[in-house]
């Protein structure tokens, strides 16, 4: 079992978000645009429980969030994405995935939940 079809259906509501604010908001000031995207594309259900998936269905993920950044603002396709990310100051794909990821393991060590814990004390917890 993988998590590819979790992650395809991540990447087809990235399109369908990035389409709708592309059309809807493009006259909105940059600033307006900045916090839709945050708003909408930091949004990842379950990316920090990911571990068993093809590398080439996270890039495609990753193509897509970096193409929405860029259509946003209405930059070529050929514009470096993580200069785009910063000059913006929003964080790209990877950024996301490795705040969710520290998040749910603090908040599984500091976890006073008796099942938790006995996994947290396994050798399965990694």
Known sequence: MTDDDDIIKQTTKFLVVGNTQQRKFSYCSREVKM??????????????????????????????????????????????????????????????????????RSRVELSTNSIITSVRQSSAYV
Request: charged share 20%.
């Open 35 to 104: 916090e839709l995207f945050r708003n909408h594309c930091y949004s990842i259900c379950c990316n920090s429980l990911w571990s068993r998936f093809k590398v080439a269905t996270l890039n495609r993920l990753k193509i897509c969030h970096n193409d929405i950044l860029k259509r946003l603002l209405g930059l070529p396709r050929w514009c470096s994405s993580s200069l785009a990310f910063v000059r913006n100051g929003v964080n790209n794909l990877d950024v996301i995935r490795r705040h969710s990821v520290f998040s749910l």
